[in-house]
């Protein structure tokens, strides 16, 4: 089996996979990080979101060995020192969370547009929230939280 | 007010784990020495199972097993019930046949689970799964409830594939009625199969203990303690005492995780059988494939009027799809919790209705998010908004008109519910006033220059929640109560557990209890705790479902603070040296009556467990348990306004406003309310404009079994809402609630086909209201122009 070696949320990690290994399975069953969820098996839903090398990507998407030498970040290495991410905080703010389960990915998913867009309308926010499901909120609070965030409203 | 009262919009207290990756759901929990559990899956709608060779299989790397439902009959393992038992038109009982976890003889439906792999990865029982042989000898299948009785024969026990016939109502009270109408409207409609999709996919881990003998399921259940009464007393014969389940963090569950499924059950069998912990979490294949669906129905309605458009008379005629076999509660969602709702906001004085429930070869049908009552809301709204175009009335107006009044109430309906609180006209009026209805026309003229069809459509809806009365449901046939229990812990220091039996997954329990009982107790919630989900942990319960946890599940917890609080007063009494009469309880302190001699509620609990000074004839703790049963049904309601937007040329439409008036009662936590509007419409609007759970008519295969095929409602198919609140609150529980889980979901589908249908010009279409379809339809009517 071949040996990856990546970096996880600022930390080097290696491990032996098989090949067919997804980044998804190799982040939740191999390192325990459970936050990152899988939804769905055609790379619809993006409860798997998270960055390698800073851009968002659905882990059901790429294979492990992909991500060899890669930079990783998942929800669990969102927050710094016991802070909350802005967008984390914005969340909660604006209720942008119910059930929980595809709450990592559009974090990730959503800090990932503001890297992008530092100021997105609210069309653009739904736009580029094509790629992950919620089938709880309706989006009304997940759009709400994310405008906030932009504004710099996130930890109010 | 202190901070976290009711009626405030507390932040969620549940949000931190979820935001930093900490949830715990039943997938990302793993038992030392755990085999992966994959099913073999019926490719077929219908067929006969003449043989299965594993020895491929078996001797695939990784694989320990492989089990099939003749193994299962070895072990004496059960059918999985029906747990409401419908009486038909005849007297009869209706046809609940068998439903094994893993099919013995033949195979119902495409996803029926005909073997079970287990290997020591799941990748590894995956590649086992596919080396599973399987003779199928093929029989004609039917998937449309409408051919169903004329359909080859899916069970021996249930000829013309009819589970019953079943009437509710006087058929010759209501063709008197008929026969003295001015107008009659007529509808044929179908209400379309949806398939859940919460966003957790279901998973079970079993582990079976051999020194006791005993066993812990983790199932994604709603309700865990109705699962574990389910595999205990009927399926597995397993004692409650020796059967544990937890049903931890559960991402979503909309109905479809109430029941009682075959791979949690396959998975609590073959723990003991093979002696180690036993996973399986379902693809979302599987769960397209595999779990409950919601709606199908086919109905004709009729509803007969008098020259002012009062409502004279409803008929309605519906054909239901069960699916291929009864799941725990499908028999009463097309009957109890449909057609007791066809009076709706309505004074109409004959309701009469026929269903007619039948076997298709498709996944088994049962509740999903209002269950039956979106079903009744979308045939009235519809015929109600057809009947005022007919009649040239406006459908404000003809609503009012026939609006059962404020000073009704209690209203008894001609549907055996009675109604005991609701203004229905002042919801509507609300609605009218946001969106600004008077200004409608100026709207669809100043569209039209833009070339855009702009229509309106209105749905008044009601529901029945807070399921529910134990005595009247079992009347009607179900097999259990549905009362909620509830336990109030005081711990030495001061802090609270509170165990419920509702189960949260999505709708911020330990948020809102948290607020209850801060504000009955006077505690800080900082110093409350929710439980829930453990049948390990919390008294005997019944779950979540029916928009019911707070309405009868927070009326538990209300009951439960009631007897710390007479508790409370005797220890008070005891320590301040009063009689308990003159001990009054306010804002956390116990304070002899007309005087400043108080204690605190810590300083009452410490004592409690402390008691070095402590009344004679009283137990030491203070920690009591309450069961709520509720007096009746609760019944929320509102009016929904929205208005579309239609491109002629490509069919799109654009939701462009939504207003949403509800009456859920008085609200504990407003953010928490208003999230459960959005999400409703949400999926009131995937029904309407986007889903659909289609078979093939000719092969029984699933075509929309993926999110590639089946298309959910994404952010950019939405709009932002717009959210307003009138009140009667509940006459019959302690917090004058409601429920509102279900609202946007029964109020949204008439909403979007009544503007749609507005914007067109068309009496009629049929959901989803695909862009295709809108298409065809307006270059139809321009055609005609």
Same mark, same amino acid.
């Given at each position: 089996?071949?040996?990856?070696?990546?970096? +996880?949320?600022?930390?080097?990690?290696?491990?032996?996979?098989?090949?067919?290994?997804?980044?998804?399975?190799?982040?939740?069953?191999?390192?325990?990080?459970?936050?990152?969820?899988?939804?769905?098996?055609?790379?619809?839903?993006?409860?798997?979101?998270?960055?390698?090398?800073?851009?968002?990507?659905?882990?059901?998407?790429?294979?492990?060995?992909?991500?060899?030498?890669?930079?990783?970040?998942?929800?669990?290495?969102?927050? #710094?020192?016991?802070?909350?991410?802005?967008?984390?905080?914005?969340?909660?703010?604006?209720?942008?969370?119910?059930?929980?389960?595809?709450?990592?990915?559009?974090?990730?998913?959503?800090?990932?547009?503001?890297?992008?867009?530092?100021?997105?309308?609210?069309?653009?926010?739904?736009?580029?929230?094509?790629?992950?499901?919620?089938?709880?909120?309706?989006?009304?609070?997940? +759009?709400?939280?994310?405008?906030?965030?932009?504004?710099?409203?996130?930890?109010? | 007010?202190?901070?976290?009262?009711?009626?405030?919009?507390?932040?969620?207290?549940?949000?931190?784990?979820?935001?930093?990756?900490?949830?715990?759901?039943?997938?990302?929990?793993?038992?030392?020495?755990?085999?992966?559990?994959?099913?073999?899956?019926?490719?077929?709608?219908?067929?006969?199972?003449?043989?299965?060779?594993? &020895?491929?299989?078996?001797?695939?790397?990784?694989?320990?097993?492989?089990?099939?439902?003749?193994?299962?009959?070895?072990?004496?393992?059960?059918?999985?019930?029906?747990?409401?038992?419908?009486?038909?038109?005849?007297?009869?009982?209706?046809?609940?046949?068998?439903?094994?976890?893993?099919?013995?003889?033949?195979?119902?439906?495409?996803?029926?689970?005909?073997?079970?792999?287990?290997?020591?990865?799941?990748?590894?029982?995956?590649?086992?799964?596919?080396?599973?042989?399987?003779?199928?000898?093929?029989?004609?299948?039917?998937?449309?409830?409408?051919?169903?009785?004329?359909?080859?024969?899916?069970?021996?026990?249930?000829?013309?594939?009819?589970?019953?016939?079943?009437?509710?109502?006087?058929?010759?009270?209501?063709?008197?009625?008929?026969?003295?109408?001015?107008?009659?409207?007529?509808?044929?409609?179908?209400?379309?199969?949806?398939?859940?999709?919460?966003?957790?996919?279901?998973?079970?881990?079993?582990?079976?203990?051999?020194?006791?003998?005993?066993?812990?399921?983790? #199932?994604?259940?709603?309700?865990?303690?109705?699962?574990?009464?389910?595999?205990?007393?009927?399926?597995?014969?397993?004692?409650?005492?020796?059967?544990?389940?937890?049903?931890?963090?559960?991402?979503?569950?909309?109905?479809?995780?109430?029941?009682?499924?075959?791979?949690?059950?396959?998975?609590?069998?073959?723990?003991?059988?093979?002696?180690?912990?036993?996973?399986?979490?379902?693809?979302?294949?599987?769960?397209?494939?595999?779990?409950?669906?919601?709606?199908?129905?086919?109905?004709?309605?009729?509803?007969?009027?008098?020259?002012?458009?009062?409502?004279?008379?409803?008929?309605?005629?519906?054909?239901?799809?069960?699916?291929?076999?009864?799941?725990?509660?499908?028999?009463?969602?097309?009957?109890?919790?449909?057609?007791?709702?066809?009076?709706?906001?309505?004074?109409?004085?004959?309701?009469?209705?026929?269903?007619?429930?039948?076997?298709?070869?498709?996944?088994?049908? &049962?509740?999903?998010?209002?269950?039956?009552?979106?079903?009744?809301?979308?045939?009235?709204?519809?015929?109600?908004?057809?009947?005022?175009?007919?009649?040239?009335?406006?459908?404000?107006?003809?609503?009012?008109?026939?609006?059962?009044?404020?000073?009704?109430?209690?209203?008894?309906?001609?549907?055996?519910?009675?109604?005991?609180?609701?203004?229905?006209?002042?919801?509507?009026?609300?609605?009218?006033?946001?969106?600004?209805?008077?200004?409608?026309?100026?709207?669809?003229?100043?569209?039209?220059?833009?070339?855009?069809?702009?229509?309106?459509?209105?749905?008044?809806?009601?529901?029945?929640?807070?399921?529910?009365?134990?005595?009247? +449901?079992?009347?009607?046939?179900?097999?259990?109560?549905?009362?909620?229990?509830?336990?109030?812990?005081?711990?030495?220091?001061?802090?609270?557990?509170?165990?419920?039996?509702?189960?949260?997954?999505?709708?911020?329990?330990?948020?809102?209890?948290?607020?209850?009982?801060?504000?009955?107790?006077?505690?800080?919630?900082?110093?409350?705790?929710?439980?829930?989900?453990?049948?390990?942990?919390?008294?005997?319960?019944?779950?979540?479902?029916?928009?019911?946890?707070?309405?009868?599940?927070?009326?538990?917890?209300?009951?439960?603070?009631?007897?710390?609080?007479?508790?409370?007063?005797?220890?008070?009494?005891?320590?301040?040296?009063?009689?308990?009469?003159?001990?009054?309880?306010?804002?956390?302190?116990?304070?002899?009556?007309?005087?400043?001699?108080?204690?605190?509620?810590?300083?009452?609990?410490?004592?409690?467990?402390?008691?070095?000074?402590?009344?004679?004839?009283?137990?030491?703790?203070?920690?009591?348990?309450?069961?709520?049963?509720?007096?009746?049904?609760?019944?929320?309601?509102?009016?929904?306004?929205?208005?579309?937007?239609?491109?002629?040329?490509?069919? +799109?439409?654009?939701?462009?406003?939504?207003?949403?008036?509800?009456?859920?009662?008085?609200?504990?936590?407003?953010?928490?309310?208003?999230?459960?509007?959005?999400?409703?419409?949400?999926?009131?609007?995937?029904?309407?404009?986007?889903?659909?759970?289609?078979?093939?008519?000719?092969?029984?295969?699933?075509?929309?079994?993926?999110?590639?095929?089946?298309?959910?409602?994404?952010?950019?198919?939405?709009?932002?809402?717009?959210?307003?609140?009138?009140?009667?609150?509940?006459?019959?529980?302690?917090?004058?609630?409601?429920?509102?889980?279900?609202?946007?979901?029964?109020?949204?589908?008439?909403?979007?086909?009544?503007?749609?249908?507005?914007?067109?010009?068309?009496?009629?279409?049929?959901?989803?209201?695909?862009?295709?379809?809108?298409?065809?339809?307006?270059? #139809?009517?321009?055609?005609?122009?």
């Amino acid at each position: 089996m071949p040996e990856v070696t990546m970096t +996880v949320n600022g930390q080097q990690v290696s491990r032996e996979v098989e090949g067919r290994t997804l980044l998804v399975q190799f982040l939740r069953e191999h390192l325990n990080l459970t936050g990152t969820h899988v939804g769905c098996d055609t790379s619809q839903c993006g409860a798997c979101v998270v960055h390698v090398d800073g851009k968002s990507v659905k882990a059901c998407t790429m294979l492990a060995v992909q991500a060899e030498g890669g930079d990783v970040t998942t929800i669990e290495g969102l927050a #710094s020192g016991g802070e909350l991410h802005p967008m984390q905080a914005a969340f909660h703010e604006h209720h942008g969370l119910q059930c929980g389960f595809c709450t990592p990915g559009m974090v990730m998913s959503a800090v990932d547009l503001l890297q992008k867009n530092a100021n997105p309308s609210e069309q653009e926010i739904r736009d580029w929230l094509e790629g992950n499901i919620c089938r709880c909120t309706g989006y009304h609070n997940i +759009v709400n939280a994310i405008q906030h965030a932009a504004s710099g409203g996130g930890a109010s | 007010m202190p901070d976290g009262s009711v009626g405030q919009a507390v932040k969620r207290r549940e949000d931190h784990r979820f935001l930093t990756g900490k949830g715990r759901y039943v997938d990302d929990i793993h038992r030392t020495g755990e085999l992966a559990a994959v099913f073999v899956r019926s490719p077929h709608a219908h067929a006969k199972v003449s043989a299965i060779n594993a &020895d491929a299989a078996r001797k695939s790397p990784g694989v320990v097993a492989v089990l099939t439902g003749a193994d299962m009959a070895e072990d004496n393992y059960g059918s999985i019930p029906c747990g409401w038992t419908v009486t038909d038109r005849h007297g009869e009982p209706h046809k609940a046949p068998p439903h094994f976890p893993m099919v013995r003889d033949k195979v119902r439906y495409v996803g029926d689970h005909v073997a079970v792999v287990l290997a020591e990865t799941a990748a590894q029982a995956k590649d086992g799964a596919e080396l599973v042989e399987v003779d199928y000898e093929e029989l004609d299948a039917n998937v449309e409830p409408a051919k169903a009785m004329q359909a080859p024969l899916l069970h021996e026990e249930a000829p013309d594939n009819l589970c019953y016939d079943w009437v509710l109502g006087d058929e010759a009270e209501a063709d008197a009625a008929f026969a003295n109408a001015h107008h009659v409207t007529k509808l044929d409609l179908v209400n379309n199969r949806l398939i859940p999709n919460a966003m957790e996919p279901r998973a079970a881990i079993a582990e079976w203990d051999s020194g006791t003998d005993s066993y812990t399921l983790w #199932s994604t259940s709603q309700n865990p303690h109705v699962l574990r009464l389910i595999l205990s007393a009927f399926i597995t014969g397993i004692p409650e005492t020796k059967l544990r389940i937890i049903a931890p963090d559960v991402g979503g569950g909309f109905g479809s995780k109430i029941y009682c499924y075959a791979e949690e059950t396959v998975c609590l069998w073959a723990t003991k059988r093979i002696g180690r912990p036993v996973r399986w979490t379902a693809d979302r294949n599987e769960a397209f494939l595999a779990d409950a669906h919601g709606r199908d129905h086919v109905t004709h309605v009729e509803m007969a009027m008098d020259a002012e458009g009062h409502f004279l008379g409803l008929k309605v005629d519906t054909t239901a799809n069960m699916g291929a076999y009864l799941s725990n509660f499908a028999s009463c969602i097309p009957t109890y919790l449909y057609a007791t709702l066809l009076a709706g906001q309505y004074r109409t004085p004959v309701v009469y209705c026929n269903v007619r429930a039948v076997f298709t070869n498709t996944a088994p049908v &049962d509740a999903y998010r209002g269950a039956g009552r979106p079903e009744a809301t979308y045939l009235l709204e519809r015929t109600v908004e057809i009947a005022a175009r007919e009649m040239g009335l406006d459908p404000a107006e003809l609503r009012r008109r026939n609006f059962i009044q404020p000073d009704q109430f209690p209203y008894q309906t001609p549907v055996a519910l009675t109604y005991d609180i609701g203004d229905y006209e002042a919801s509507l009026n609300e609605a009218t006033q946001m969106i600004d209805y008077a200004g409608f026309g100026r709207r669809k003229e100043e569209a039209k220059l833009r070339g855009k069809l702009r229509g309106i459509g209105f749905s008044s809806y009601i529901e029945a929640c807070g399921i529910a009365p134990s005595a009247v +449901v079992g009347s009607l046939g179900a097999g259990v109560g549905l009362w909620e229990s509830a336990q109030v812990r005081f711990n030495a220091t001061g802090t609270v557990s509170v165990l419920t039996g509702s189960h949260a997954h999505g709708q911020g329990h330990e948020t809102t209890f948290s607020q209850v009982v801060a504000d009955t107790l006077g505690v800080p919630i900082e110093s409350i705790e929710i439980v829930h989900g453990d049948t390990g942990q919390i008294p005997m319960a019944m779950g979540t479902y029916g928009s019911r946890s707070l309405a009868v599940g927070g009326s538990a917890i209300m009951r439960a603070c009631g007897k710390i609080i007479e508790k409370g007063k005797k220890i008070a009494a005891h320590l301040l040296e009063a009689s308990v009469e003159d001990i009054e309880f306010k804002d956390g302190n116990f304070t002899v009556t007309g005087t400043d001699k108080s204690l605190s509620m810590g300083e009452v609990a410490f004592t409690a467990y402390v008691p070095h000074n402590y009344p004679a004839d009283l137990e030491p703790g203070l920690d009591e348990t309450a069961f709520y049963d509720p007096l009746n049904f609760t019944y929320p309601a509102g009016t929904h306004i929205c208005e579309v937007e239609i491109d002629p040329e490509t069919g +799109v439409t654009e939701i462009v406003d939504w207003v949403a008036v509800d009456d859920f009662g008085k609200v504990i936590n407003p953010l928490i309310v208003e999230g459960q509007v959005h999400g409703g419409i949400a999926q009131g609007v995937g029904q309407a404009m986007l889903e659909h759970g289609i078979y093939d008519t000719e092969s029984g295969q699933l075509v929309t079994g993926s999110y590639m095929d089946y298309c959910m409602p994404r952010a950019d198919d939405l709009p932002s809402f717009r959210v307003g609140m009138t009140e009667t609150a509940c006459t019959h529980n302690p917090l004058g609630v409601k429920g509102c889980g279900e609202a946007g979901a029964i109020a949204a589908p008439p909403a979007l086909i009544n503007a749609i249908t507005d914007a067109l010009g068309v009496k009629h279409m049929e959901m989803p209201a695909t862009p295709e379809k809108v298409w065809r339809l307006a270059q #139809s009517a321009a055609a005609a122009e």
